[in-house]
């Protein structure tokens, strides 16, 4: 998670400037779709940044002394039953387990043991726990815990929790673990104990609901615990939100307590409570409806800022010095009255939240994160790949699909995945620097090259593919193709297979058949270079079509431009190529509102290996440039056809596919 230095305003500017705080608030609600400020009562507190609530880094506490990287460098496996859970969560070895559905635990209340290095995420927002509890014997490290839903341990007519000890997660003495994104209701006992010793914990974006005592912190003598709390939902319980117990340092900041059990107790209903010689610090909380907000006891020391308080009344102790959190880490401060909407929208488990694998932080290469991806896998699973060159294949196998692979640079040409292999050594297929096989894979961000140098050899086979798909619902956005002959085949499986393709806000280049194969492909937005290979007269060809007849759609280029350095009139738009002399694939090519260079020939289709361009579906519509004449030899779409060849149209298939609606940047 990035973490940004909030910029203070002090009490002078706020009592001075209110409105300030109120418009800060407002636009960060507006940013975030979220509800407007309403109760917002502007107390002094930082200005609000936008920044990335779902993160899969770990922030806080459990961000230091090495960090939390739970399961990362092992394999995604996905469970659907207790069994499968409780094998790979004990197991020695890493693991990112992602829970599907809901798992029901027999006996009621058993526990699930978690060992050190797992990842434990849900599948969407629905995959939960039910009847059971995970939980983390002494000397366990290094877990996170994220998206679930743990509930319904509770015994019946046991509100106190004294007759059982069946707590959603339990851990005692064990160090750097992230609690994040969870949904925790109606257990046995308590809903979260850190217990005895544990250090480097952070506790973030959960929701605490329905419960006696939500969550606690301590049951030892020692000073040892250092756990960050933040943005967390506290709703509908007594007591523990939290209690911390002997804690070196609790940071808590950007909580929402509400609603709280109204049992008339006049002492053991409470919010937050800074016990035996804790240090407390929190920061821009919202409390509403909740009696004694925060209390400490005498030996501790809690230090309070910038929270608002709304329908409250009780203890709200506030002493001591307790300790500056950022001496330890970064992080971002929302303000007080924006905590109800942000806390509602972003805590517990979200849909969007999934499994990302980092290369090279947690797998050395991109192909081993896609190893690490299961076969038959039915979930997406992110491979952010940092900045870099990464001189390597990689192949995506048809039995791993629902990849996203995504370059976390500012721009695509900060990531790279490149090799130099021609087609001598290995035929076209081989060549590939990268080879997606596997339907419903997704690349954003990302730059793909074969940089073998067919000026400095003289081989009889120079092809050299930068990539090669032959899955079905491939989309490249933000995206870069580099190489010359053969850059970027999109294919399919076989001649009759229709494979789909799109291909936004992207740049290829190339000279010879650089855009070429059977599948049905989109390149919208995006720039295509025509490279000069020094010929005054014929420098290559942009596309190579292999269209089976019975598919109506092959290439589409739209809204697209065509740019190059070639001299003028030495270029073709593209040739019908027949693999094998196959007669049943017909290229079929459309280039339409694009703009062309000169570099484009007046007669810009032409032959290939004894077939005719004009047996093959050739066309151009409402182009425009220096390279876009009208002439016999360039076949033209009237507004009627035109119509029935859109994005839409091209990529819909049977099952609607329609990628450019949720295209993002």
């Known amino acids: 998670m990035t973490h940004f230095h909030s910029k203070r305003l002090s009490r002078r500017d706020a009592a001075l400037r209110p409105g300030v705080v109120l418009v800060a608030v407002a636009a960060l609600l507006a940013a975030l779709g979220l509800a407007s400020v309403g109760e917002a009562q502007a107390a002094a507190g930082p200005k609000a940044v936008t920044a990335d609530r779902l993160s899969d880094r770990a922030h806080g506490f459990a961000s230091l002394a090495g960090g939390t990287t739970g399961g990362a460098g092992g394999k995604v496996v996905t469970v659907t039953d207790q069994a499968a859970l409780a094998e790979y969560a004990a197991a020695e070895e890493p693991y990112v387990i992602r829970v599907k559905g809901s798992v029901a635990v027999e006996p009621f209340g058993s526990d699930i043991v978690v060992a050190s290095d797992k990842t434990i995420i849900g599948v969407g927002d629905t995959g939960e726990i039910v009847h059971g509890e995970l939980h983390l014997n002494p000397g366990t490290h290094n877990v996170i815990i994220r998206n679930l839903t743990i509930r319904d341990s509770y015994v019946e007519g046991d509100w106190d929790g004294k007759t059982t000890d069946f707590d959603a997660i339990q851990m005692d003495t064990v160090d750097h673990v992230w609690i994040d994104h969870n949904r925790f209701t109606h257990m046995g006992d308590g809903l979260l104990d850190i217990r005895k010793d544990s250090q480097y914990i952070t506790v973030s974006s959960n929701q605490f609901s329905n419960h006696n005592k939500a969550f606690g912190i301590g049951w030892t003598t020692n000073v040892l615990t250092q756990i960050t709390i933040d943005h967390n939902w506290f709703t509908g319980t007594k007591q523990r939100n939290p209690s911390a117990d002997n804690c070196a340092y609790a940071h808590l900041y950007n909580n929402y307590l509400s609603a709280q059990v109204a049992d008339g107790d006049p002492v053991w209903t409470y919010g937050n409570w800074s016990r035996g010689h804790t240090k407390m610090v929190i920061e821009n909380s919202y409390y509403d409806g909740v009696q004694h907000p925060y209390q400490a006891d005498a030996t501790a020391e809690l230090v309070q800022r910038g929270s608002i308080l709304k329908n409250t009344g009780g203890r709200t102790d506030e002493w001591g010095a307790a300790f500056d959190p950022r001496e330890f880490y970064d992080y971002r401060l929302d303000p007080a009255a924006a905590v109800p909407a942000l806390v509602k929208r972003f805590s517990g488990p979200q849909r969007r939240l999934g499994v990302v694998l980092d290369v090279p932080a947690a797998y050395p290469t991109v192909q081993a994160a896609v190893d690490a991806v299961p076969d038959g896998n039915a979930d997406a699973v992110t491979i952010a790949v940092a900045p870099g060159t990464y001189r390597e294949k990689v192949f995506i196998p048809a039995t791993k699909p629902n990849i996203v692979l995504r370059g976390t640079g500012h721009d695509r040409s900060d990531t790279v995945i490149v090799h130099d292999t021609p087609a001598a050594y290995g035929g076209s297929t081989g060549s590939a620097t990268v080879r997606i096989a596997a339907n419903d894979v997704t690349a954003r961000h990302l730059t793909f ?46 001649l009759t297979a229709v494979s789909r393709v799109y291909i936004r806000d992207s740049y290829i280049e190339g000279d010879v058949d650089f855009v070429y194969g059977r599948a049905t492909t989109v390149i919208e937005r995006s720039v295509i270079r025509l490279l000069s290979r020094g010929s005054a007269t014929n420098n290559g060809y942009l596309t190579a079509a292999s269209t089976w007849t019975g598919n109506p759609y092959g290439f589409l280029i739209t809204r697209s431009k065509v740019v190059s350095d070639a001299p003028d009139q030495s270029f073709h738009l593209g040739r019908p190529w027949h693999p094998g002399g196959e007669p049943e694939a017909v290229a079929q090519v459309l280039i339409r509102d694009t703009e062309l260079p000169a570099a484009v020939k007046s007669s810009p289709w032409t032959d290939m290996s004894g077939f005719s361009w004009r047996d093959a579906r050739f066309a151009e519509y409402r182009n425009h440039g220096p390279g876009a004449l009208t002439s016999a030899d360039r076949p033209q779409l009237n507004d009627e056809e035109a119509s029935t060849h859109t994005v839409a149209r091209y990529l819909e298939g049977a099952d609607g596919w329609a990628p450019y609606a949720r295209a993002t940047h």
């Open 449 to 494: 090259s074969n940089d073998f140098d067919e000026a400095a050899v003289e081989l009889n086979g120079e092809q050299a593919l930068a990539m090669k798909t032959t899955g079905d619902r491939i989309v490249f956005e933000d995206t870069a193709f580099l190489g010359n002959q053969d850059t970027l085949m999109t294919d399919s499986p076989r």
